[in-house]
């Protein structure tokens, strides 16, 4: 009996849901297909012996988030299931707790999220959407992100689309931002140095937005100051900031 075999008859035993003995064992055919994976898909079917099945598909392998004023991130598992909705400001907390869309493919979780009442309403009233892809597995990152602008295709308009490495997923989270919100917030704070997470985070997108190209359009207004008046750049003791004089 070959070594998938043998793994398929042990997981034919484990108790764990119908779809979920099928997703992995179609992963692990996967896997097993390459020599070199072999043993750890033997490795991978001892953890699913010992852990019920559960294992693998609680463990996340990307995580979208998507802002608009309510902040929500999905971790997403390797067999594209959402298995967590976190809320990473108040009024993303009060969203997360009215939505049922743990255990959905993400992509169907997407098409709810954008067929939500609070979501399309703020649509609506013309406030802009960041969502962000970020995950270890670089194929499955790709695929998410692709996947999703088709899903947000009627609001491409004031989306904005974003891939996230596994650094900024664990920066943005120690500042107590999704991904998306991260992102937006590193390039506001090129502009503003002095802006901090917690602003942003009760900040809606389209402010954010807003401001950066506000802060943009006064950045090349004075550098093309700059560089008609050469002779203000020296001596005079006067400076910019944000359009203010100091």
Known sequence: MRMYDRIKEAFDQVTASEELKSQTKAYLAQKSRRPRLVIPAAIVAVFLLLCGGYYLYFIPTATISIDINPSLELSINRFDRVISVEGYNSDGKMLA??????????????????????????????EMMAIAVG?????????????????????????????????ETHEAHNMGLSCGRYKAYQELQTLDPDITPEEVNEMSMREIYDRIASLTAQSTKQQGYRRHHPEHESGSGKGYRHGHHE
């Open 135 to 167: 995950g270890s597995n670089d194929g499955q990152c790709s695929r998410i992100l692709e996947n999703v602008q088709t899903c947000t295709k009627s609001h491409e308009e004031s989306t904005h689309c974003y891939t996230a490495t596994d650094d």
């Open 97 to 126: 707790d009215t939505l049922d869309i743990r255990f959905m493919n993400y992509q169907d979780a997407i098409t709810e999220l954008m067929e939500n009442e609070r979501i399309t309403d703020l649509l609506s009233q013309d």
